[in-house]
């Protein structure tokens, strides 16, 4: 059997075709990938098994560089397999000659990288999906951060005098006008009664506590 065309026992995906493109010989391999019967592919034009798509990539494009140079690299393919699944492949191939350089014949080598591309595909998807996690949350960080500052501007505006204070009565931040003569310094970390009467302290003590049940209610 002429040496480009025994390929049966060939470790890997691989088909040899004659000089007009037609499959000479397969290996078990590339029969059991795609599902054919040796019989069933053997004298068929090799590009009878791409895709439309491949098809046209294969005869415009690389076919014609690939009888200039006499080669060609990881050549990205879509195969059909018998039952119509599509692989997705690198076919890598070189033209052979008999001893006065007439061109006899091809043999390619064919990767599967089906795994490969989906792997990546979703690589690709997860990617997108945490660039969007990330956007949403630095939008409603820009949301909460403008929230705070208008709700600063608002209280630091007042011709009140707030106060924010924790269930035991301790001053946790202090809003006032200028009037007051007061700053948060002088305010925060003290307790009600360091302000009003033991009377009034308790009063208000006991309304706030009531509020804060009145709120989670």
Known sequence: MNKITDLKMFPAMAHSIDANDCLLSVSDIWLNKFGYTEA??????????????SKKYATEIVLPEFYKVGYCTDIEYQFVKKDGSI?????SARVQKDISGNHIGT??????????DETEKKLIENNKKLEDSNKALLQAKTKAEESELNLRLLL????DMITIHDLNGTYLNYFGPEKYSLKPIDIVGKKIEDFLSKENADLLNKQIIETSISGLS
Do not use: M, R, W
């Not at 043999?107 to 490969?116: G, M, Q, S, Y």
């Not at 630091?156 to 011709?159: L, V």
């Open 40 to 53: 069933e592919v053997i004298g068929k034009n090799s590009i009878d098994f791409l895709t439309e798509s």
């Open 107 to 116: 043999i390619a080598i064919i990767t599967d990288i089906t795994l490969k």
């Open 156 to 159: 630091e505006s007042s011709e």
């Open 87 to 91: 692989i997705e492949t690198l076919l």
